[in-house]
Structure formats: C-alpha cells, structure tokens
C-alpha cells in the first residue's frame, strides 16, 4: 500500500529455520515484495512477566522468537514436552525422574550459537530485531515455533535508527560461530544519528507534496493494530476520528454541536474548535488528543508508522489500570452449550467383544456453568454419573447437582443429591481449578482427588500411585487428561505419578511426572478462612430416578460442615462434621510448620464409636528430604462391614548427593481388609551420564519397580523396566524424523516369554496418519501386530490396534493394548456463536473459558489460505496469557483463560497480500465454561497502475493522480516517476475514476480525460491516461 513517491524499505535479512534439519541454518537476504511491505510490522515488544520479545518488519518468520538459554540457541518444538505442566499444582515444580525421549531422540533440533543480546531501551526503532529478557526466566505457555532470548543484557543507546538494525542483526548472528568468550557486548554508542523527525525528512516533504494525506501503519503501545490516512498539516499531525476510534478502542457521538468521546477511562467532551473538518472527513489534531485524552502520537517517517501511546493501553509498570478498565467489545454467553467430549471404545478378545462410551457436556447458564457426563457400556442402564450447576459470586460458590465429596481422609467419601456452598476470604487463584463436582474449596490430601493437565495431544496417560496404576486414558486433540475422583490408597499422596506414552508406541513411557501433594499445602496464610457447607440425599438421584437404581442407603438426608482458618503463617485449624447414613462423623486437627523445613499435620476423627488419627510429617531439608506418615482405621470405623483394623505406618528418606544422585529407603507396614505387607526398601535415582538414567523403588504392597533409559546415540534408546518378577526390555531407534524401528521383549512370571519388532510411522501433523506394523512371537506362535491413529475429521481423532498375540505382561502392569482388538474414537468439539469448531488447543473450567475466532473474508472470493496468522490474547497488562495459529480456514481457538476481560490481537504477515485487516484488535469478555465468539473482517486490496503521457506520447513526470470512489470521494493518490508511471495499492473491490486533479501546471483538471476503472479480484495493469497538453507546456507553467 506504498505510494511510489516514497523510496522502497531497504531489503530486511531473514533468518530461515530449515524444517528438515536446523543445523542448516543459513541468512537469506530477501526483497520483500513492494505491496507486502506495508504488511510489515514494526517492533512490537511484548511483557508477558516471562519474556520481553520484539517483532522485525517483514520477516517472514513473524512469530518465531529467537530462545538462548545459557547461551545456547534451541528450537521449542512440538516433541518438547515441558511446555505441558500438570493442571494439578502443588506448588512445587513437577518433576521429571527420567530422560524424556522427545528431548534426546529430537535433539537435533538444537542449534548451538552462543550469542550474547544487546538490550536496547523501549524506544527502540522499528526495524530493530531484539531480544530482551531476564536471564533464567522462561514462559512455559510459549507456542512450539518461537524462539525466546533470555541473557543477561547490555544497555545500548535508545536513539539508534532503524537503518542500522538490519547490519546490527548481522554481526550478531555471525558472532555465533565464535564462542562466547570472544564476543564483546556493544559498548554505548552516543554517536548514532538521531531518528528523522516529521517536519525535515526527505519522506515526510514527499508527503506533504501529495497534499498532506497518506495511508500508514499504525502502532499502539508497541502493536502494529492496522493502518489509517494521516495528514500532516505545517508540522502537526492529523487523525481521522471514524477510523482511530475504532482501532484505539474508544466511540464518541455528537450532542448538540459537541462531541463526546468514550474511552475506557471515562468520557471527554469536545467542542468544535477542536476538531477539523476536511473534505468532508472529521480529524483530530497531535494537540487535541495530547491535551484531551493524554495520547501520544509520533510519525515514524523512517517506517512510515504512526506511533501511539493510549493510556488505556499500557502495561504493569507503567498503568495502574485493572481489567476492569477495559470495555468488552465481545461479550461471553450467558447460557448455552460450550464443549462436547464424546469417547468410543470397542474391544475384542477371545470372540467377546464389548462396547464402552462417554458422553461429556458443558456449557454456561445464568451466568454460571452447568456440566453433564454420561457413561454407558452397553449391557446395563446407562450411567448419568456427572451434573452440576456451578456459580461464583465475589468470594461466595454455590454448586447444585450430584457431587463427590472427600472433606478429608478420615472422613468417608460422600455421594450427594443437593446444594454446596463455599466461602473464603482468600483470592479465586489460590485455590485449584475445579473441573468436576467435588468441594468447591477443597483441601489438598483429602481421598477423593481429581487430576487435570495438558499432555501432548492424542498421547496415552497413566495415573499412578505408590507403582500401582489406578487411572488411564486415551488423551484427545486438545492435549488435555482428566481423571474424575480418584481413590487415592491410604497415605500415599506423595507418590502420585504421570505416566506418559507416545500416540504410537506405548510400550514404554516417554515421560513420567511427579504430582506429590505436600503437607506444606495445607497452610493457609495468617487470617485466611475457608468455609464448606453442603445438604441433600444420598446417592444418584437422577440415576436411581430415571432407571431406579436405588440401592439400600440411596434417598437418605446428609451434609457436611468444614471449618479452616489460618491462625498464623505457620499455624492453620481445620474441622469437620459429615452426617452419612448409618453415622456421623467428625474431625479436629491442625497443619503447623514447627520450623522453616518441617510441617506436621495431624488430625484426630471420631466414626461408629471408634477414634482414627493421620498424622504426616514433611521434613525439608534441602538435600535431606524425610517423608513420615501414620494412620489408623480401627475395625468398624469406614463402615459396619469393616472386619479389621486398617493402618499404614511409613517412614521414606532420601538424600540427594548431587543432580545426578539421589538415595534412600522406604520402612513400611500396612493392612487393609484383604492384604498386609511390612518392608525396608532402598529407593534411588542415578544418572552417571547425560545419556544414562536409573531409577527404582517399591510399590504399595513392596513389590520393586525398576526403570532404566539409555540413549547411545540421539536416535536410539534402550529401555528395560522391572514390576516384581515382570521384565519388559525395549530398543528403538528413529530412522529419520518419520520412521521408527523397535525391538521388545516381555518375560517372568508364569507366562511364555514374548517378542515384538515394529516399524512406526510418525506424522509430523497431528492430523496425518500415524501407523505401526509388526511381529510378535510366543511360544511358538507368530501373530501380526498392526495399528493406525490420526485425526479422520477436525475434532475427531481415531485409534485402532490389532494384536495377533496380546501383550500379556501389560495386564499386570493395567497398561493399553492387552486385548487383540482396540478401537477408541475421541472427539472434542466447541460450540460458539451457532458455529462448531474442534476443540485443538482449549480447556474449560468453572472459572476458566476460551475464545473462538475466525478471518472472515468480506465480499469477493473466498478460497483464500488463511492459516498460519498468529493470534495473540493479552490481560488488561499486555501480559500474553495465551496464543494460537489460525487454520486454513481462518478459525483459532485459545482457552484455558481465567474470568475477565482479555486484547485479542491479530498478526496479519502470514495472510494473503491480497487482504487488508481494517482492525487488528478485539477486547473480548472470558467467562467461566463459556466459549467467546469474535471475528476479523479482512477485505480484499488489489491496485492499478499505468502511464501518464502528454500529447505526443511522451512520458509526464512528477503528476499527482487520483482514484475516485463512486461517492466522489478520494481515495489514493499518488505521483508519476520520470518515466510517467504510477502505481495504487491497497484499493478494495469496486468501480473508481481515475483522473488527473487540478495542480501546479494544470490549472483546469475537468478538461482532462478520465478513465473510468473496475477492481475486481486482481491487480489491473495498463490504466493510462494521455492528456492534452505537452509536458513542455507543464514545466513552462510551474516554473
């Protein structure tokens, strides 16, 4: 959309990141296309509280930050798993006791370049790439293809001119071959020239030549938003009032001669002396916006951008405005359906073959948010094992609907029909996020828990506690695992592991993370109160009602009172009363932090007559960790049924002599109705090399469980796991990034020894398809092994595995794939706005929401490629909270987003040229379990271009023409080169005149021919017009 009196952008340098191997990284210098270079953004840093990023004009790769960690530059790739922390915090960092395969089998996507970054100050000029960041911070939300730096920095002179980045970006990127030794930050340089300024630069002088009005980019608060006509009048600048509303997020309306501006900071009133009206078009002038609305504007000659600072717009440190200063432009739902998650699962073993589905729904109502999960295996009555109606109200939660609810560990697990309401004086963000009906203030250990985390998407998990697996699931596109109120066995909250598979190979996990849950957890701060109270009838209501399924203490009166306040920041009490049918239970206890390293809790219950105590004791101390836990159920206590006492007493320390070393022992002796074991067991984790990581210790009842990973080159690795006398050994090794090869073996116990060799297909899309083919071999049988997954439709992905010969230690083990043949469907969908869209990227809570958008292509054609756009979703701060990239068909999806109002914010570089985005950014309302519905309109943009010649043919130079909408209103401009040719840009579909206007040495324009011009779907050449009058004759007047 450049006028060709301007001289062109210098060529930018573009760094390409080659997808088959980034070790051949290489500089291209790349002329960026004439139209496209007004598509270009200027530096547009970004403060997310992790990283400081900033955006180079024109780089193809818009989007993909560069990333030094410690002096190394890596590629954050889809393989790394890192990017996805467990939903389930507890406050400490989750920990990974194994090598993940994705970070040493993809390791080659890591590019060795110890560059140091030079800091510059926020003013910096627009063509300048940088990377500003704390050392050692890092944003874990970071999408797969940016790159962030985080180095120490080194202050640079702000004044630097944009010219010099392109050579600056250079030299640093050069100096990576050179170690970081030899590299000398840039000292001060004080000799810069400094920026060109509006009213002397060659540029601005072309403007004002083409009667002042030019179309330019417009940057707020350090985002490119879109692009507006400015004049220039003398040396101030000059806004259109439509179009700047609309983009700095402010409206106004005329009053009687005056016109009210309302901003998200409050209304303003204008008189009309401080407006301009020019051909017919209303404008604000530089001083009216600085003296009436505190905005800042700067005419960026050398980028051609208007750059503006709205106060409404600013970031942490310097506004102190909340999110409730920002005025939603989209509102989210009051009722309505938001997500749907269908799981299929068949199987067949032996000639039986059985059916098992789930059916997930949640969506908004009244401004709170309901949720229904229906489960059916096909033999007996379907199972509406999940509904609620859910609502926060300040610092009041009210829930309705059948309910889990586990108060504590002394305290039975109750099933309730009815109404819980919570109350706490303590911030929404201090608790967890709940997904499911349970409390809606729950305390950390109590034995019912809900587990909720992003896992890479269509990957299998496993929830394991104390070495037994208790939970699995297959994990959908939006790479988000749930497990609903898991029983937790008795004293084993702080051995709670994720096992993690990849979608075509799970043999051996490629990952496995910590969710301990520590006594430390249950503190609240000093003068913190949480409240619970529920009432209603035992059981399923729905369910016994609907398909009468009442059983003998189904139907009966309960409730539940808990009491918790934090007397200090040591010292917290709890309390709680739960009427069951049969009894009433109570229990009184306290959490207290004895010293800065040790935290006792302790609690005392009464149950039918009898007396139970917990007891857990963390001791901390930094390379010392002791883990002490004691409870006791006597007979009676749990239920009537109960036939002896209960208990588990043990003691776990582990000390850790380095990184690499960490070794202890577990003492323990438990008993429950049907089994007992007491054991002295030594636990440890070693790794004596990079590539080399040993792992073991006893599960519950003491049987061993030893894990081994061994990586001789990046792609092979060798695995070998024991579970009491089951051995599972396995070797694989990636061909290239596609192909796969594996070798297996299973042994032990009371079955044959069996043998597996498969060749796996990775896609590198997760909607292409992945297969695995294959062997197996035992005891003399030979069967095939063959398996597919891939997305068969946007929101549904498919897995279907046959087994010649199950693998029969995998039983044991509750693992994937015993049966010969396994068919799982799963969808996620979301609903917004009457459209559906799958579900690639969200997740929804009580109070977290998401956002779904689309490009839209207003009028003309639509068989545009929208993908790749970069949508960016920011808090009231500038904070980015979370991003996406656009689908081909132009639809974006961000979720997981807490309550409150959010900047939507739309990177244009990766569409067509031929689309023009007449607004950037959208401030959109987030709404718990509710899915915002937003749209960018884009418009098609072509041009014309052509000839001015006088009588005789020969070429006029230096005269302004025009286009001329059918309103008669102008709409570009521009100037002829010496040789009489012009050239319009960014002109949407439509009818226009071309004409020559009134000029120096052309006194009477309505004399001269017209041409009258069509847009339509392409860019229209050889639009000339030959005036009547020599160019001679034209000099001669002038002068």
Do not use: C
């Amino acid at each position: 959309m450049l006028h060709l009196a301007l001289p062109p952008t210098p060529p930018i340098v573009v760094i390409t990141l080659q997808s088959e191997n980034v070790f051949d990284k290489h500089l291209d210098d790349k002329n960026i296309n004439f139209i496209k270079q007004q598509k270009g953004t200027v530096a547009a840093s970004e403060n997310d509280g992790n990283a400081t990023s900033a955006k180079a004009q024109n780089l193809d790769n818009v989007g993909e930050e560069i990333q030094l960690q410690n002096s190394t530059l890596g590629i954050a790739t889809t393989s790394n798993n890192e990017k996805f922390p467990p939903e389930f915090s507890t406050g400490n960092p989750a920990d990974t006791d194994l090598t993940l395969a994705s970070e040493v089998v993809n390791s080659t996507d890591e590019v060795v370049a110890g560059v140091p970054s030079v800091s510059k100050n926020a003013n910096q000029s627009a063509n300048e790439l940088v990377a500003e960041v704390p050392a050692g911070s890092k944003n874990v939300n970071q999408p797969a293809d940016e790159v962030v730096a985080e180095v120490p920095s080194v202050s640079k002179n702000s004044n630097q001119p944009a010219e010099n980045s392109s050579n600056s970006a250079v030299t640093s990127l050069e100096a990576g071959t050179k170690s970081s030794s030899d590299l000398k930050p840039t000292e001060n340089n004080n000799s810069s020239p400094a920026p060109v300024s509006p009213d002397s630069s060659t540029i601005t002088q072309n403007i004002k030549a083409v009667d002042g009005n030019f179309l330019v980019g417009v940057i707020i608060n350090r985002r490119e938003v879109g692009s507006l006509d400015i004049r220039i009048d003398g040396n101030s600048i000059l806004v259109p009032l439509g179009a700047f509303a609309e983009i700095a997020d402010f409206s106004f309306e005329n009053i009687d001669g005056n016109t009210r501006l309302k901003t998200p900071l409050g209304v303003v009133e204008l008189l009309a002396s401080n407006l301009k009206e020019i051909d017919g078009i209303t404008y604000l002038s530089e001083a009216t916006l600085k003296e009436k609305l505190s905005i800042l504007l700067k005419f960026d000659s050398a980028n051609l951008a208007l750059v503006v600072d709205l106060p409404w717009r600013r970031g942490s440190g310097e506004s102190q405005q909340t999110a409730s200063a920002l005025q939603p432009e989209v509102l989210a739902p009051i009722s309505g359906l938001s997500s749907l998650r269908q799981e299929l699962q068949i199987t067949n073993s032996s000639g039986d073959t059985r059916f098992r589905s789930s059916t997930l729904l949640g969506g908004r109502l009244a401004g709170g948010n309901w949720r229904v999960r229906l489960n059916n295996n096909f033999v007996n009555q379907p199972d509406i094992s999940e509904y609620f109606f859910y609502k926060r109200s300040n610092q009041l939660r009210y829930q309705v609907g059948r309910q889990q609810i586990g108060l504590h560990p002394l305290l039975n697990g109750m099933n309730l029909t009815g109404a819980q309401i919570g109350y706490s004086n303590l911030p929404a963000d201090r608790f967890r996020q709940q997904y499911s009906a349970s409390e809606l203030l729950p305390r950390r250990s109590q034995p019912l828990q809900s587990f909720r985390g992003e896992v890479p998407p269509a990957s299998f998990v496993q929830l394991r506690v104390s070495g037994i697996i208790v939970a699995q699931q297959q994990v959908g596109l939006n790479g988000i695992y749930e497990f609903i109120d898991v029983n937790l066995p008795t004293g084993n909250n702080n051995d709670i592991e994720l096992l993690i598979f990849d979608r075509n190979n799970i043999n051996i996990p490629v990952e496995i993370r910590s969710l301990r849950i520590n006594a430390s957890d249950l503190l609240l701060p000093a003068g913190g109160n949480v409240q619970l109270g529920g009432l209603g009838l035992s059981g399923n209501l729905a369910q016994d009602s609907l398909f009468g399924d009442f059983g003998s203490e189904s139907g009966k009166l309960v409730g539940f009172y808990q009491l918790r306040q934090g007397l200090s920041e040591n010292l917290t009490f709890e309390g709680s009363v739960q009427s069951i049918p049969g009894t009433v239970q109570t229990q009184a206890g306290f959490i207290w932090r004895l010293a800065n390293p040790a935290v006792l809790a302790t609690s005392l219950g009464t149950s039918r007559g009898q007396v139970g105590y917990t007891t857990d004791l963390d001791i901390n101390f930094g390379k010392l960790e002791i883990l002490g836990n004691s409870q006791l159920f006597p007979t009676g206590y749990n239920s009537s049924s109960q036939s002896r006492d209960r208990f588990n007493h043990s003691l776990e320390t582990n000390y850790k002599f380095s990184n690499n070393f960490k070794l202890g022992f577990i003492a323990r002796s438990r008993q429950d109705e049907s089994r007992n074991a007491s054991y002295i067991i030594p636990t440890f984790t070693l790794n004596p090399f990079n590539n080399l990581s040993l792992r073991g210790r006893p599960d519950l009842d003491g049987r061993y469980l030893f894990s081994s990973y061994y990586y001789p080159s990046r792609a092979t690795r060798l695995a070998f796991n024991t579970f009491g006398d089951i051995y599972t050994s396995d070797i694989t090794h990636n061909l290239n990034r596609n192909y796969q090869f594996s070798l297996g073996g299973e042994f032990g116990g009371d079955l044959e020894p069996r043998y597996s060799t498969t060749l796996n297909y990775n896609s590198r899309n997760i909607s292409g398809l992945s297969w695995r083919v294959g062997l197996a071999y035992s005891d003399g049988d030979v069967g095939p092994i063959v398996g597919a997954s891939m997305q068969v439709l946007p929101g549904l992905f498919a897995r279907a595995e046959y087994q010649g010969i199950p693998s029969r230690s995998r039983s044991l083990l509750g693992g994937f794939g015993d049966d010969r043949l396994t068919v799982l469907l799963v969808s996620d969908l979301s609903f917004a706005g009457g459209g559906v869209a799958p579900a690639s990227s969200y997740g929804l809570g009580q109070e977290k929401g998401g956002i779904s958008g689309q490009i839209v292509v207003e009028g003309g054609k639509k068989d545009f490629n929208l993908g790749g756009a970069n949508i960016r979703v920011l808090d009231s701060r500038n904070n980015r909270v979370g991003t996406a990239k656009t689908d081909s068909a132009g639809n974006f999806f961000v979720g997981n987003l807490r309550e409150g109002i959010y900047i939507v914010e739309l990177d244009p570089d990766r569409l067509p040229i031929e689309l023009a985005v007449g607004k950037t950014t959208i401030v959109a309302e987030v709404a718990g379990a509710a899915i915002t519905r937003l749209s960018f309109a884009v418009t098609e943009e072509y041009g014309l271009a052509g000839r001015i010649t006088d009588v005789a043919g020969k070429p006029m130079a230096e005269v302004r023409v025009e286009l001329i909408n059918p309103a008669g209103a102008r709409v570009l401009s521009t100037m002829t080169d010496q040789f009489g040719l012009y050239r319009l840009d960014g002109v949407p579909i439509g009818n226009y005149t071309l004409r020559v206007p009134s000029q120096d040495g052309i006194t009477n324009s309505e004399t001269l021919p017209k041409l009258e011009v069509a847009i339509n779907k392409d860019f229209v050449y050889d639009q000339n017009l030959q005036l009547p009058i020599t160019a001679a004759a034209k000099d001669t007047k002038e002068k």
